[in-house]
């Protein structure tokens, strides 16, 4: 079934992105509703030759509940590494079979808590997996499987090459067996996911053979999850992943697959950072401009306590000064206020910046306050959505309160 793309035009430009500064403050980290829409439904398009297909976003990229209500409402299932994301996406309104705990290096007590919640549960470990077993023979799981691909645009980011901590090697496939026999558990999905950022389809390939190969020994799956690592621009002329050249290898392959196994069973992708990252803009005030002997500093109002990837990932986040749209390019390195190293941008070329003016970061909905903290005792930004054409505060800005709340004093 083919989705209407909205066609009105998103509302987020220049000047009301600065409206929202003035009436939130910064730093501000805003996100685009039409344009998560956007994005989930050209997923859904790209893979509408698949007859059982399910999206589930993967909520780790940016847990805001309001987010997990837009796209619960859109139709969306919901991928979770933690039971905090599960319960998360619970009280998103989320049904429990729509929610998959995919979790890594959990206690067992965690994976219990999974099971009295109803969600599916996705397991990547031998040891978890006979435990499993015996204690819930009935409750029909997931398995993740290592196929032993490098892919990935970092080394941290690639999670399912040979001596990853991820998965269960598809070499120990009779282990696996082995276990099933001895437990009478049932499987009913396999799942990989390789890493984020792969703009190569070829290693999705590879590992969808693998996955496809396991399948056929195991009667009565459910599913096939095909995991995520869908790669979005971050930049003009950037690569990213070509869906519908992705899509027509592996409609085909899976339909064959279907045919060959004499079901029609569903396929699952987990997409975290195509659904959200480009929806976001993080908006930070420049405190001072500072020459030195070599370079031409921008210091802002925030750091990697509230965007890291750049100083984890080394990745590239595209800086704006919305302040000073038409004026003359400069080369600046727009750094933060943490007692760090701390860069968001390294000598980048932005329209000339002036103390006070408003920089923004783009591709901000993705691992972004997800992977924010309150280092150097720093407040985390609040955030707003823009929802039906109107802004609404989604989360406020932290205060002293917030960062005493769990002290206990004994001096
Ligand atoms: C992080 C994660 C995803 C999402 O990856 P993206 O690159 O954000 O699309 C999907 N599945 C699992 C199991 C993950 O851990």
Do not use: W
Not at 301 to 328: K, Q, T, V, W
Request: net charge positive; aromatic share 12%; with cysteine.
């Amino acid at each position: 079934m083919m989705y209407e793309l909205e066609n009105k035009n998103s509302s987020v430009d220049k000047e009301y992105l600065i409206g929202l500064t003035q009436k939130y403050g910064t730093p501000l980290y805003v996100y685009d509703s039409c344009k998560i829409k956007k994005q989930y439904i050209k997923m859904k398009n790209a893979f509408s030759g698949i007859k059982n297909l399910i999206i589930n976003y993967a909520c780790k990229a940016n847990t805001n509940l309001n987010i997990l209500k837009f796209l619960q409402k859109l139709g969306s299932g919901l991928d979770t590494v933690s039971i905090q994301e599960v319960e998360l996406g619970l009280k998103a309104g989320f049904h429990p079979k729509k929610i998959i705990f995919t979790p890594n290096c959990v206690s067992i007590q965690e994976i219990k808590k999974a099971v009295d919640f109803g969600v599916r549960i996705n397991l990547d470990n031998l040891s978890i997996l006979e435990k499993f077993g015996e204690f819930y023979p009935d409750y029909a799981v997931g398995i993740r499987i290592n196929p032993h691909i490098m892919a990935g645009g970092n080394s941290k980011i690639s999670v399912g090459h040979v001596d990853s901590k991820f998965g269960i090697s598809y070499y120990q496939i009779p282990h696996i067996k082995r276990i099933l026999k001895n437990t009478g558990l049932k499987i009913e999905g396999f799942h990989m996911h390789t890493g984020s950022d792969i703009s190569n389809i070829k290693s999705f390939l590879e590992g969808a053979k693998i996955l496809f190969q396991t399948a056929m020994d195991f009667p009565n799956l459910d599913y096939i999850d095909f995991g995520s690592g869908f790669k979005v621009p971050y930049k003009k002329n950037d690569i990213k992943t070509d869906l519908y050249s992705l899509s027509f290898s592996i409609t085909r392959k899976f339909e064959e697959f279907c045919k060959n196994y004499g079901n029609q069973i569903t396929l699952i992708f987990e997409p975290g950072k195509f659904i959200v990252s480009e929806s976001g803009y993080f908006l930070v005030s420049v405190n001072v401009i500072k020459h030195t002997t070599s370079t031409v500093f921008a210091g802002v109002d925030s750091g990697f306590n509230h965007l890291i990837r750049p100083m984890f990932y080394d990745a590239y986040h595209c800086i704006e000064n919305i302040s000073n749209p038409n004026g003359h390019f400069h080369f600046y390195t727009v750094v933060g206020y943490i007692c760090e190293s701390d860069t968001f941008g390294l000598n980048r070329k932005v329209q000339e910046i002036r103390e006070g003016d408003i920089l923004c970061i783009k591709n901000a909905g993705a691992y972004c306050f997800s992977m924010s903290s309150n280092y150097n005792s720093r407040y985390r930004p609040s955030e707003v959505m823009i929802f039906n054409g109107k802004d609404f505060l989604i989360r406020k800005r932290e205060t002293m309160q917030d960062l005493l709340r769990n002290i206990i004093e004994i001096l």
